[in-house]
């Protein structure tokens, strides 16, 4: 779990008066810091970066100016510099601190604990510092190490709310929970309400799975009018880690209208994108960054981000490359294209080029060799390049050092589950041999009760639920995915029950609404749709994104009434937001007005050209309505390609080709929707209706596969009314 530190703060504070205490209040380094922390770093950066012309030296000018950096958002830029002063000056502390943090927040952890044990000798009596380094350990799960250094950061003036919550949630990952209540309520009870308070009390309450606790307590710690920016980060990272888009959305929104720097808006806007799988979104991000500022590094490193969550396999290769060759123009370090390296390779060697990405993880086979990430993807690679002996050696080279470790063996089994691989006898035998040396391991749980899920044994799947029940009894995330194992096992009933009594605990996490909605679909019990909407506009009144999920359902039932009066609402929460207002068009059409409908859709696609919500239901109004077919697909295409990989909308796509009458394509995507989703009725149906229509040979096998794996409904009397006819 990644987090951005409390101890941040106050160490920024300290080491902010410390390096500028020589100055005059009228040096041009005093008033660029000055222009900092007001938000005007643009003008910051220009004075800095002449200061430091005229003296490169100057660790002080060189943090001063990453710091205009960053808070442009422009964090890896803004590590290049911090970087360059740890090299260069090993005593100039607050270099350490920022690097540590942005480190922590890419995800390299270890390179982040190096440093800020390295800050905790520099300042030696720091408290601050010492909690850094706790949070860290318990970044890397290092519950009991954290808890020591708590304890020495106590007795040196750390405060005692924020020692006993870190001592909390180290005591609920090492799974006391009755221990670790006890500690956070005495916190609790203090009557603190310092955004420091609030900060590590949301880490706590994360920790136990209480996710929408959390984000109520994470954003308590903004109440200031102009918060920290390391609150300000944090919070922002958290919504992001838990799915809470439409919360995180609203922030982006609140900085730009309290005119943070628009690079800064437009970096945490690539960053909602890429962590909703939203590509074509992260890309207009991007494009709209590089108008703002000139070619630098951060842009670089989300390119190939974007390119990940695309699956673009050739520009995943062309972005890595373009970092490394930017990297080689410029004055960077040594030591910084190694934590470069580190960035650019798993990614580029998990998503791209096969081949290609074993060259990728030799770029970090020197001091990060024996990590679990470059190890285990260097097994899988050879799999998946066709090197199975050297795969089936690796492996086992793998289990004889590491099987009496969790985490590598969750790795192993993970590669396992990949049917072209080892298989899935050996992934159960990796998996109990992980949930026997640590019970309450969560990953190698979850992804046991997937592989069944992916095997279709739903019943093995369900016994894990009763075999490690303490899961579900502490952790409403584990809760949740029983829902949808039960739901798989027609168990529908029982499912809602466990569904309702936990959502509420993640509830603005659409994905899990989301996925109850693709799983009841799939199993039958599309008609008890409703049911789901209702409770999600409930407990999430204030949430245009889960509005819109209700509305959509309540259009597909064509309750038009329920449709307008959910996109009213949602229209008054977020009267810019496109969805509302495609929805309300649509609810027109539903009450019968098509020609205002068309009116109005024509209008919004006008005003939001690239909405793929506007296309999606542009397009079916059209096709329903026999206006413009040719309209209508090239605009349900287009969504698709807004929304990517999006189950929906590929069905949406097919379902708008055959209502054009372009069969062939609609067969097209069906079989693509197959490959991804081969245990899913809808495709084949789509494929063998279509393909009726042009008297292909695999009509019977396609709808038979749909009927085999649980049609229901109309679709399963038109299917079987269509194989009488072969």
């Known amino acids: 779990m990644k987090r951005l530190h409390l101890a941040a703060s106050v160490l920024l504070l300290v080491f902010v008066v410390a390096c500028s205490s020589s100055d005059s209040p009228e040096s041009p380094v005093k008033k660029a810091q000055n222009e900092i922390d007001q938000h005007r770093v643009v003008l910051a950066q220009k004075e800095l970066e002449k200061e430091l012309e005229k003296d490169p030296e100057s660790s002080e000018i060189r943090y001063q100016l990453a710091r205009s950096i960053e808070k442009q958002g422009l964090i890896y830029d803004a590590l290049h510099q911090y970087i360059h002063i740890n090299t260069k000056d090993p005593l100039f502390s607050p270099a350490f601190e920022s690097a540590a943090r942005i480190l922590n927040r890419i995800g390299d952890d270890m390179e982040a604990l190096d440093r800020a044990h390295f800050l905790a000798d520099l300042l030696n009596e720091d408290p601050w510092a010492r909690l850094l380094v706790a949070r860290l350990h318990l970044d890397l799960d290092h519950s009991g190490r954290a808890r020591a250094i708590i304890d020495t950061a106590q007795t040196l003036g750390l405060l005692e709310v924020v020692a006993d919550l870190v001592r909390a949630e180290a005591l609920a990952r090492d799974h006391k929970f009755d221990s670790a209540r006890q500690i956070a309520d005495r916190a609790i009870a203090s009557g603190d309400n310092s955004p420091w308070f609030y900060r590590q009390a949301a880490d706590y309450v994360e920790s136990v799975g209480l996710v929408d606790s959390a984000v109520v307590l994470s954003q308590r710690s903004l109440a200031e009018d102009d918060p920290q920016d390391v609150f300000l980060n944090d919070h922002f990272q958290r919504l992001l880690r838990v799915n809470y888009f439409w919360d995180a959305e609203q922030l982006i929104d609140s900085l730009a209208a309290a005119n943070r720097p ?41 390119e190939l981000l974007t390119d990940v969550i695309s699956g673009n396999l050739l520009t995943i290769q062309e972005s890595a490359a373009g970092i490394l060759r930017h990297m080689s123009q410029f004055d960077y370090s040594d030591e910084f294209k190694q934590i470069m390296a580190w960035q650019i390779a798993l990614p580029t060697a998990r998503y791209g080029e096969q081949v290609d990405g074993l060259d990728y993880i030799q770029l970090v086979r020197g001091q990060r060799a024996n990590m679990p990430e470059v190890r285990l993807t260097h097994t899988e690679l050879l799999f998946k390049t066709g090197q199975f002996e050297e795969g089936f050696k690796q492996l086992a080279t793998l289990h004889r050092f590491h099987q009496r470790e969790p985490v590598w063996l969750t790795g192993m089994a993970e590669i396992g589950k990949r049917r072209d691989t080892v298989g899935t006898d050996r992934a159960i035998e990796y998996y109990r041999e992980a949930l026997a040396l640590d019970e309450w391991y969560r990953p190698a749980f979850e992804g046991f009760v997937d592989l069944y899920r992916q095997e279709r044994e739903f019943d093995k799947a369900l016994s ?3 075999e490690y029940a303490h899961f579900v009894q502490h952790y409403p995330a584990c809760a949740i995915t029983q829902s949808f194992v039960l739901t798989e096992d027609r168990q529908f009933d029982r499912a809602m029950r466990m569904f309702s009594d936990h959502i509420p605990h993640l509830r603005e996490d659409m994905t899990r609404w989301r996925e109850m909605q693709f799983v009841m679909q799939q199993y039958g019990y599309e008609m008890r749709w409703p ?182 409904g109309e679709r399963l009397e038109e299917a079987r009314q269509l194989l009488t006819k072969i």
């Open 262 to 302: 628009p690079t800064l808006i437009s970096v945490l806007q690539i960053q909602l994108q890429i962590a909703a799988d939203e590509d074509a979104e992260a890309e207009a991000a991007i494009a709209k960054l590089s108008t703002q500022v000139s070619l630098n590094l951060t842009r670089l490193v989300y």
């Open 464 to 466: 894990l639920f009763d």
């Open 531 to 712: 049911r789901l909407a209702e409770m999600a506009a409930e407990l999430n009144a204030d949430n245009v994104e889960a509005l819109m999920f209700a509305a959509e359902i309540m259009a597909r039932n064509e309750d038009a009434g329920r449709v307008k009066e959910l996109a009213t609402h949602a229209a008054g929460i977020g009267p810019n937001d496109p969805e509302p207002k495609a929805m309300l068009a649509y609810a027109l059409y539903l009450e019968g007005d098509t020609e205002q409908a068309l009116t109005e859709f024509e209008q919004l696609r006008s005003e939001y050209r690239d909405n793929p919500f506007v296309m999606t239901y542009y397009s079916l109004l059209l096709a329903r309505t026999g206006q413009n077919p040719s309209l209508a697909a090239d605009m349900a295409r287009r969504a698709m390609f807004g929304y990517e990989s999006d189950f929906r909308s590929r069905m949406h796509l097919c379902r708008i080709y055959y209502m054009t009458g372009r069969f062939d394509l609609c067969i097209g995507e069906a079989r693509k929707a197959i490959s991804q989703y081969r245990n899913h009725f809808l495709p084949y149906f789509w494929a063998g209706k279509a393909g009726a229509k042009l008297h292909r040979d695999d009509v019977s096998e396609n709808l038979n596969k749909s009927i085999e794996l649980g049609l229901y």
